[in-house]
């Protein structure tokens, strides 16, 4: 189950996984044909001929599984002969450009439906009708954030059975609240399309499906009735039909490559993305804000997205199950549970005290750390700096107060500097004199080279990282990791209202390891390895070009008790998913790990010859 979600509820005292996916059941017999054409059809001719086929006649469904055309249909309809499926094709192939003459369907007689094909013809029917109602979250200006419900299929499997099923989940995306041709209307650029146009990212305001401008075709009036002919959309078909003469028509690419496909400017929207946002005036910190789904939100959005599902489905003959829950019995035996809950795993503490994970405070407030760091003694102070860049009332000085009477606590001395004047009062931080003043005051604050830097953020910083200009957490953070000195960055919306509790149970554990320190270790030692070891690669996609640039592949090494050993990076051009070899035994070398028993984590599946 490849794009399973699990969501945890804690409704009871033991923890209860739900997925977001359904078991499919069929009312036999379902009423089904199957087709073939004659051998050698490319596969991307094949899915665009299914595509269409599917929205030829209403209360019908096709997809291209296996070399065949799988035909579904209401079960109180009559599938269209064989002769209106040849006349559908031919019209078919003529509206995509396809010469070649590709033959005529054959009939197969003793076509079985496997589970793989009842899922994809569920989800052809979902995607056909489109039964999901939309919901608008959050608006500014010339864009809206809307959730809306996605569709896959799934295969479950239960020893040597496969059953089908579905997942629906949510997604919310950012979308223009004008279409193309009022965008260009409003346009400085509007007297010259070529500029404006060609190669601006767009969305389908159809399916929301993304591709981007490569050509301007001419005038609608010349396109018209051609357009609409080939419309799949109900938006596409009314914008066609509406359009003044003069419009342009374009031409999109979905993808990197593949075939153009000509559209009207009102049925498409400029597509909103960080590059574009400032361009448009829109906040995009908010506006990804608001696409964040809650657990109780996305519980409803589910409940009733299925229920829009169910009543698409059964007139065909299917029905959606409950979704598969660790409780009862739909779904129990695909959850794996420990042997005893997590909380009753038993820590080592300092001055050698066992408590199990659930008293994590009080191992750390009776036992204290398990192991201090070497460069810090009991004696030695920890010296702590402040860097406040939230421009509102919001102070970080009561949060520091706290910081100040947890260290106490956990016998951690300590200096603080420049108590008194935390703020940075640098205006314009969103240009390049403000960052410019910034790093000045950095390179002031490092001359005294502080142990651990707290830095206070706005919050709207928190959804810069796709912007040019980037956001000031990676900008300090990666100054200070150059010069080796740790960091604890704070958020405004966690100011607000400091909750003790906040700072003793999520900020302090992270100090203490970040300062060198080892809070705590497992009480029993794993038995499956000598070494663990966390493996991960982190990528930056390009911003206008295709692939990826610099990646960085990093390990991190840890014991039998779970103790943090070290660990090791590395920078290099990688291209594609997999770890070059040379890469793998840089970070993992043989002679550390010689004779021992090596387990790995990798963040993902193992990509190419890695494994």
């Not at 994809?120 to 919901?135: D, G, H, K, M, Y």
């Not at 000509?262 to 448009?280: R, W």
């Not at 009332?393 to 606590?409: A, D, H, P, T, W």
């Amino acid at each position: 189950m490849q794009s399973i979600m699990t969501t945890l509820t804690q409704k009871t005292s033991t923890q209860d996984f739900l997925a977001e996916i359904s078991e499919l059941q069929c009312n036999e017999p379902l009423n089904f044909s199957s087709y073939c054409l004659p051998p050698n059809i490319d596969l991307q001719v094949a899915r665009k001929l299914s595509y269409r086929l599917s929205r030829c006649f209403s209360q019908v469904v096709v997809i291209w599984q296996e070399g065949r055309f799988y035909v579904l249909a209401y079960q109180a309809r009559t599938i269209p002969s064989l002769s209106e499926w040849d006349s559908a094709l031919k019209n078919v192939q003529k509206d995509l450009g396809i010469e070649n003459n590709l033959g005529k369907l054959s009939q197969i007689k003793e076509a079985k439906l496997t589970p793989v094909i009842i899922a994809r013809l569920a989800q052809e029917i979902l995607n056909v009708q489109r039964p999901f109602s939309t919901t608008e979250k959050y608006s500014d200006k010339n864009a809206k954030v809307v959730r809306q419900a996605t569709v896959g299929y799934e295969i479950i499997e239960r020893g040597d059975l496969h059953y089908p099923a579905l997942t629906i989940t949510n997604r919310s995306p950012i979308i223009s609240i004008e279409n193309l041709a009022d965008f260009t209307k409003n346009h400085p650029y509007r007297q010259d399309l070529e500029k404006l146009l060609i190669n601006l990212e767009v969305q389908t305001l159809d399916t929301n499906s993304t591709a981007t401008i490569v050509e301007i075709v001419g005038p609608i009036v010349e396109h018209r009735a051609a357009l609409i002919a080939k419309a799949t959309g109900a938006i596409s078909r009314q914008a066609l039909e509406s359009a003044p003469d003069e419009q342009p028509v374009v031409a999109v690419r979905f993808g990197k490559r593949g075939d153009k496909f000509h559209y009207a400017l009102a049925a498409l929207c400029p597509h909103i993305t960080a590059k574009t946002a400032d361009q448009l005036e829109l906040d995009w910190g908010k506006l990804i804000a608001a696409t964040k789904i809650g657990y109780r939100e996305r519980q409803q959005l589910l409940t009733k997205h299925k229920s829009e599902a169910k009543r698409s489905l059964l007139p065909y003959g299917i029905q959606l199950d409950k979704s598969i829950c660790s409780r009862g019995d739909n779904g129990r035996d695909l959850f794996w549970s420990l042997p005893e809950p997590l909380e009753q795993t038993k820590l080592l503490f300092g001055q050698d005290l066992i408590q199990p994970h659930s008293q994590i405070i009080k191992g750390l407030s009776e036992g204290k750390i398990y192991r201090r760091s070497k460069e810090f003694s009991q004696e030695t102070p920890i010296c702590i700096a402040e860097v406040d860049l939230i421009q509102s009332n919001v102070s970080g000085n009561r949060f520091m107060v706290e910081v100040e009477r947890q260290l106490k606590r956990f016998w951690c001395n300590f200096s603080r500097l420049n108590p008194d004047e935390p703020k940075l009062n640098i205006e314009h931080l969103d240009n390049p004199s403000g960052r410019a003043e910034l790093d000045k005051k950095l390179e002031e604050l490092l001359t005294i080279k502080p142990d651990l830097v707290f830095i206070f953020l706005p919050q709207s910083d928190r959804e810069r990282d796709e912007d040019d200009n980037g956001s000031l957490y990676h900008r300090i953070y990666a100054k200070l990791l150059k010069r080796g000195i740790a960091t604890q960055f704070v958020y405004e919306k966690s100011l607000r209202d400091v909750d003790p509790r906040y700072v003793l149970n999520q900020v302090m554990p992270g100090v203490f390891g970040k300062l060198g320190h080892i809070p705590f270790v497992l009480a029993e030692p794993l038995a499956i390895a000598d070494v663990f070891v966390g493996l991960d690669v982190a990528r930056k996609n390009k911003l206008r070009l295709s692939g990826t640039t610099n990646a960085c592949a990093g390990v991190c090494f840890y014991g039998k008790q779970g103790e943090f050993l070290h660990a090791q990076s590395e920078d290099a051009i990688i291209e594609g998913e997999e770890i070059p070899a040379r890469f793998l035994e840089s970070l993992l070398p043989a002679s550390e790990l010689k004779g021992k028993t090596v387990a790995i984590y990798r963040d993902g599946r193992f990509c190419g010859n890695e494994a």
